[in-house]
């Protein structure tokens, strides 16, 4: 098998100094092998040397402008240290040269949603979401940044298909509470969201503050009757 895809098989596999040693030595038999730089800044950025990284990624860009998965492995260095704007910048170069599939969306719509701008998420999320439907995660914040823009509706029906992959989705289930609540003022059947989310997850903060809220008004409004 070739180096490289040895390498990166080695490292799925958790075995890092094998895909180190593998990795190095095709960059020594091939020093104009971009793919070579990327992968060893792969490694790199597993084992936490992130800074060593980015001189692999900048290498890998230098030998090909086009060399799209280092811009992205940039651009993912940039989000991890929340730095936002930066990651951006990276993944929208990711984007310009050619990079396939839906991962490069949905992290430049998780900028976006970390920097409390869900209007500008919106695309991006949906984009990802359109590339692989099978993707719960980029779903998940697709509906999300749809009720954070007031779509409740649409934000339903995606969490909706969220839970139907995924039942035990626990901020799903939430987060349909809180849409149901705010598109029809229906506290029963929010609260029932919110039940099932504890039952998955009993620490869900939001969901037993939200139960505890409605469970007060509710004991309230009987009073007065």
Same mark, same amino acid.
């Given at each position: 098998?070739?180096?490289?895809?040895?390498? #990166?098989?080695?490292?799925?596999?958790?075995?890092?100094?094998?895909?180190? $040693?593998?990795?190095?030595?095709?960059?020594?038999?091939?020093?104009?092998?971009?793919? !070579?730089?990327?992968?060893?800044?792969?490694?790199?950025? +597993?084992?936490?040397?992130?800074?060593?990284?980015?001189? %692999?990624?900048?290498?890998? #860009?230098?030998?090909?402008?086009?060399?799209?998965?280092?811009?992205?492995?940039?651009? *993912?260095?940039?989000?991890?240290?929340?730095?936002?704007?930066?990651? =951006?910048?990276?993944?929208?170069?990711? =984007? &310009?040269?050619?990079?396939?599939?839906?991962?490069?969306?949905?992290?430049?719509?998780?900028?976006?949603?970390?920097?409390?701008?869900?209007?500008?998420?919106?695309?991006?999320?949906?984009?990802?979401?359109?590339? /692989?439907?099978?993707?719960?995660?980029?779903? %998940?914040?697709?509906?999300?940044?749809?009720? $954070? /823009?007031?779509?409740? *509706?649409?934000? #339903? *029906?995606?969490?909706?298909? +969220?839970?139907?992959?995924?039942?035990?989705? !626990?901020?799903?289930?939430? /987060?349909?509470? +809180?849409?149901?609540?705010?598109?029809?003022? /229906?506290?029963?059947?929010?609260?029932?969201?919110?039940? &099932?989310?504890?039952?998955?997850?009993?620490?869900?903060?939001?969901?037993?503050?939200?139960?505890?809220? =409605?469970? &007060?008004?509710?004991?309230? $409004?009987?009073?007065? $009757?």
């Amino acid at each position: 098998m070739e180096k490289n895809a040895k390498g #990166i098989e080695l490292l799925q596999a958790g075995k890092t100094e094998e895909a180190i $040693k593998l990795f190095t030595e095709a960059i020594e038999e091939n020093p104009q092998d971009p793919l !070579a730089y990327i992968n060893f800044g792969n490694v790199l950025t +597993v084992v936490g040397e992130e800074s060593k990284a980015k001189r %692999f990624f900048e290498r890998a #860009i230098e030998i090909d402008e086009h060399a799209a998965p280092a811009y992205y492995s940039l651009g *993912n260095i940039y989000y991890r240290q929340e730095k936002f704007q930066e990651a =951006i910048a990276w993944y929208e170069k990711a =984007i &310009k040269h050619q990079l396939k599939g839906n991962d490069v969306y949905y992290m430049l719509g998780m900028c976006f949603m970390q920097m409390d701008k869900p209007r500008l998420a919106l695309p991006y999320l949906q984009r990802s979401v359109e590339l /692989n439907g099978d993707d719960i995660e980029a779903r %998940f914040q697709y509906g999300l940044s749809l009720a $954070k /823009n007031q779509v409740y *509706n649409e934000a #339903i *029906n995606q969490l909706e298909q +969220v839970i139907e992959k995924d039942p035990k989705h !626990a901020d799903a289930h939430y /987060n349909l509470g +809180v849409a149901h609540i705010a598109l029809e003022e /229906n506290a029963e059947i929010g609260l029932s969201y919110f039940k &099932k989310a504890l039952q998955i997850q009993p620490d869900h903060m939001l969901a037993g503050y939200g139960k505890k809220i =409605i469970e &007060k008004s509710t004991a309230e $409004k009987s009073k007065t $009757k």
